[in-house]
Every structure is written in structure tokens, then in C-alpha cells.
């Protein structure tokens, strides 16, 4: 019996050190997750006036869009771009989806090759949105069996 | 240390290093026109993305000088002194025009993997040199390079007993020699197909004649000895997979016992009298000249003597192999119905002047270029200034070698004034030439052979 009481009572204290630390992480986790989203502790300085910049958060910056172009990869702007920058651009270059031009069913083609392959992930409700903005976005051109010569850059040859 | 640890100088985790840059709108790198002229600011925001998931300074850490060497080009003068993990400002240097000695008038057709390819002017010398050399990568250049502990296993199944060599054992037990040997890109040319093919949108640039010099493969193979049963060789390198799954490997292909035991097919370990460049294979490369620039292997490792076709990556499916029978444009073909490219077909580029000159009436053009035919020589070179209705002989040149290109020139008068268009055509040993439109479509765009032209106008 003495041995049971004296069990309970190290389960107790470890279940009260282990209490604490939990209270304690949860505290600091909130500081931290606080700091994070507002390092300058503006919540405890009052009110401000309003400024006239606008802060630009890191994270729009990221992802900015300039003249309808993804800066980060070079896509163009539509719906569906995201889910082709966290998709398509993990393993290999935007530069590679740019300059491919398929219809939809040799995309889908593409993306099962690279499921099989490649180990691209089930792309779920995203797979359509992805197709749907690559066939709008970078559609085939008819080129035909021989194209003309464009953008000669013409230059005197001298002797 | 993780993968990432790169991000001590170069950081993803910190957005707002992007804020200064802008960074470019691709497209206009991949048609070719303006990348000559690209804005390397730009170029190097671009680079930082792209090799941030490289271990560089691991790499650093972990490889001898020679590597060191190899990588920046030159000797590294007192490279004895410099301090564990300090990263050289050679290797600093994002851009990926420095990083690879390539010139800036090189085209980057992809970042991740890198594909960098030539513009047909770029391609006017004998010899090709490294900065005008195509980069083909379907991986990422492996990261740790250690000269001094890298070996070759050659095993398999019809191998009589498997063995390893080290570098230096290779070097000396082994005779050397020396080829210029033509390696293009089974994809070259493929910008032109229609309906378009999956890949890197080549254009004419996805070729080279350097000077390789190595160890015969053969003399490699017989000594390791094989048995009846071997049909093809297959190779293994040190590559990683672009989704870093170190159980996938990038690119293992190879070739027929035929064209594994051929003279001119070397386990290479120069590249014009130097270190192979890192990109190019360093420090081991598999040179199978007039095939599939992929067969030639970088950073070879291991070779298998295999009893049946090899089947490692990219030697299946869609990958480096043609419908066997002709299809229409665009048509589903079955896997079954698909055959490996051997020999590469007959080709030639105009390589002076550079498309776009302009000439005085009465002056004449002289041209030069070269052509080359896979496993065969080229017997014919013409040229054809209005649009293939006459052609005239060029003057050409033998090779230097087995399957190294051929040299031509010709000279030109032009009758009057006016816009032309100059058209070459090579023909084979077998009779066979280039012909003027896009030979057969196939699902991955192979094989494009059709004759190059360039502008011209006379005033």
C-alpha cells in the first residue's frame, strides 16, 4: 500500500511539473506569435496617427504582381497563378511551364508523368484550376511545318 | 546541416530581400532575343532562387582544391590557405553567365534545371569552347565532387567480375586519347514542332564539337571482362533528382555493346585540354559522339554491362525515343510502338555571318558553318539562295576524326537587290539530307534536322 501512495504521489508532482511547463510554453508561444506579428508593439503605444505610407508586409512583397507578371516566376497574372506558383515551381523552373504549350489533355498527360514519375503530388480540386490557367494562359501556337524567319536584327556586314 | 544551409548568405526565409529587385519577366529569356542583353541584376535575383536549395557552402567544406579548381577555371593561387567553410567570391557570384563561363550572348532556356543553349553564330569556331557550349541538365550538377575518393564501378549483369576504379587508376592504367567529338541534344530544334513538344524549347543551339580526352570505354570494359550475354551498358551518376528523392535517380541511359566498344567512345576526363567544366560532367563524363547527347553521361559513377536493353530513367516511355513508324502531327502513340534513337541525322548550321546582314549590291557573302551526321560522315553541303528551286555546292571539309563535324564555306553573289534567305543542306554518306520543312512529328519533338537559313539583304 505505502508503495501505491508513494506512486501516486510522483505521478501528481510529475503531472504538476508537466502542468507548469505547458502553462509556460503556452504563454511564451503566445509572446512569440504576438512579436512576430507586431515587433514594434504598436498595441501597447496608443494610437497613432494615420499615416500616409502604406506598409508593405514582407509577405505581399513576396508574391507581388507587376504589369499583370508574378514577379517571383515570371507567370502571368489569372486565376488559378498560385496554385500553379505552389505546385509547379518546387521542383523545377516556372521557365519551364512558360515555355511548354500543350492543350489540356497533354497537360493532364504531362502532370500524370510527372505523378509517376517525378513525384509530383495528387494535385485534388487543384489539378483543374492548374490546367484551366496553363491552356488559357500559354495556349498553343499553330506554327505549321515551317515557320517564317522574325526578329532579324539587321546589321551592316562589313569587309 | 540541412539542405538549406546556403541560406546563411542567400536567405528564403527572409521575403525581404525581394523588395529592392525586381525580378524578370522570364519570357523574354526564352525566345532568345533579349537575353543577350539581360539585365544581371536581374539575372542574379533570378539565380539566387534557383540555387538556393544547393549546399554550396557544404560543398565547399566537404571537396578538395581540385574541385575548387575545376569549378572557378583557373588555379586558385595560395588555395592551400583558404579557411574551412569560407565560400570563394568566384563561387559567390549568383550569375549564372560567370558561374559557368558561359558567354552573355548564351540563351537561358531554364534556371531549374539549368538549360542554357547557343545561338547558331556563336557556334563558328572549330572548335567549340566552353563558353559557347549547350548546357543540358535534367537534374540537379551534383553538389560534392571529391576527386580524390571518386571511383567507377563497372558491374552488371554479364559483367565476369565486378570492379572499381579510382580516377587516378583509370588515368594510368588505362591509354589515353583524344577526339573532337559532335554531341547535340536529341531535342534540338524542337521550338519548331507543331503541335508543340514537351521539353525545353531548343532551337539550333544544342550542339558542340569540343576535344575530349579520356580513356577508351572499351579498354575499360575488356578489362573488367564481360560475358556473351552483354547486350548494353547503362550508366549511373552522382546527378540529384529535381524533387532531391535520393531514391530516384535523374538520368541513367546508354548504349549498345556496338557503340560501347567503338574507338572514339571515352570515359573522358578533359574537355580542350582541361578539367571537364563541373556542368559538363566533371570529373568523369561518358563521350558517345553522333548519339543522343544524353547518352554521353555526366558525372559518371557507375556503368552496368546489362543483359537486355537498359531500362534506367529516361530510357522509357516518351523519353529519347521516336514513334518506330511514322505518325501524323499530334497523334497518341503506344508505348510499345516507341523506339530509342541511336545515331542523330544529318545536320548542318550556318555559323558566319550571323542572320540579319546587310551587304552592298555586287559584294559577295562568304558563308561558313558546319555539319555533322550521327554515326555517318557528311559527303554533301549546299546552299540554296532562293528557296530551294537551285542549290550549289559548298566546299567542305573532311573531319578530323570519326564523328567530329565538318567544316564548310562558300561564296555568294546575289543577283539584284532584295531580301534573301540563305538555306543550307547537308547530305550523308547514305544519300540521305536535310530536308527543308520539320521532318516527322513525334510526342517529345526529336530529331528536328530541318535545313538552317539566315537573312539577308542586299542594298
Known sequence: MEGKEKFKAQVRSIYRLLTTLMVLFVITAFGVIYLLSDPTLSLFKGKQAPSEYVEVTAEDDFDKIENGIHLRTGLKEGEGLMAVVNNCTNCHSALLVMQNRMNEERWIATIRWMQETQNLWDLGKNEEIIVKYLVTNYPPKNKGRREILTDIQWYELED | ?459
Open chain 2, 1 to 459: 546541416m540541412s539542405t538549406f544551409s546556403l541560406s546563411e548568405d542567400i536567405s528564403l526565409g527572409d521575403p525581404a530581400r525581394f523588395r529592392a529587385r525586381k525580378l524578370p519577366t522570364y519570357g523574354q529569356m526564352s525566345n532568345g532575343k533579349e537575353t543577350g542583353k539581360g539585365n544581371i541584376s536581374n539575372f542574379k535575383a533570378l539565380v539566387e532562387i534557383a540555387y538556393a536549395p544547393m549546399n554550396r557552402r557544404h560543398f565547399i567544406k566537404n571537396t578538395a582544391l581540385g574541385t575548387l579548381t575545376a569549378a572557378v577555371g583557373t588555379e586558385i593561387v595560395f588555395g592551400k590557405m583558404i579557411p574551412n567553410g569560407y565560400s570563394l567570391l568566384a563561387l559567390q557570384d549568383p550569375d549564372p553567365f560567370t558561374l559557368f563561363r558561359k558567354d552573355r550572348e548564351m540563351v537561358i532556356l531554364n534556371d531549374k534545371p539549368w538549360n542554357i543553349e547557343a545561338k547558331a553564330h556563336l557556334l563558328d569556331d572549330k572548335i567549340t569552347p566552353n563558353k559557347f557550349m549547350f548546357i543540358r541538365n535534367n537534374g540537379l550538377i551534383p553538389e560534392e565532387v571529391d576527386v580524390a575518393s571518386w571511383t567507377l564501378t563497372i558491374d552488371g549483369e554479364a559483367v565476369r567480375k565486378p570492379k572499381i576504379y579510382t580516377l587516378s587508376e583509370l588515368k594510368s592504367k588505362f591509354k589515353t586519347y583524344t577526339y573532337q567529338l559532335t554531341l547535340e541534344c536529341g531535342g534540338n530544334g524542337r521550338s519548331e514542332f507543331d503541335p508543340p513538344a514537351k521539353g525545353n524549347q531548343w532551337t539550333v543551339g544544342a550542339v558542340s564539337c569540343a576535344e575530349w580526352t579520356g580513356v577508351r570505354l572499351r579498354d575499360v570494359l575488356e578489362d573488367a571482362g564481360f560475358t556473351e550475354k552483354a547486350v548494353y551498358i547503362g550508366y549511373h551518376a552522382a546527378d540529384v533528382h529535381l524533387s532531391r528523392d535520393p531514391k530516384k535517380e535523374t538520368i541513367s541511359r546508354g548504349a549498345p555493346m556496338a557503340k560501347a566498344l567503338q574507338d572514339e567512345t571515352l570515359l573522358a576526363f578533359k574537355m580542350n585540354g582541361e578539367d571537364i567544366p563541373l556542368a559538363h560532367g566533371y570529373p568523369l563524363r561518358l563521350v558517345a559522339g553522333g548519339w543522343p547527347a544524353s547518352v554521353s553521361g555526366k558525372w559518371i559513377q557507375r556503368i552496368s554491362i546489362r543483359d537486355r536493353v537498359h531500362d534506367g530513367s529516361k530510357m522509357t516511355g516518351d523519353s529519347y525515343r521516336m514513334p518506330c513508324n511514322p505518325v501524323a502531327p499530334g497523334e497518341k502513340v503506344k508505348d510499345e510502338d516507341m523506339c530509342i534513337i541511336e545515331s542523330m541525322p544529318v545536320k548542318s548550321l550556318i555559323t558566319y555571318p550571323q542572320s540579319g546582314a546587310m551587304i552592298k549590291e555586287g559584294r559577295k557573302l562568304n558563308i561558313r558553318g558546319h555539319a555533322w551526321a550521327g554515326e555517318l560522315e557528311v559527303s554533301k553541303m549546299e546552299y540554296s539562295i532562293d528557296f530551294g528551286s537551285t542549290w550549289q555546292n559548298c566546299s567542305l571539309q573532311k573531319p578530323v576524326n570519326r564523328l567530329a563535324w565538318q567544316h564548310f564555306s562558300a561564296d555568294i553573289s546575289f543577283p539584284k537587290k532584295g531580301y534573301y534567305e540563305v538555306w543550307g543542306r547537308a547530305t550523308d554518306s547514305n544519300g540521305k539530307s536535310q530536308p527543308m520543312l520539320l521532318p516527322g512529328w513525334n510526342p517529345k519533338g526529336y530529331l528536328n534536322n530541318a535545313c538552317h537559313r539566315i537573312a539577308i539583304k542586299v542594298t
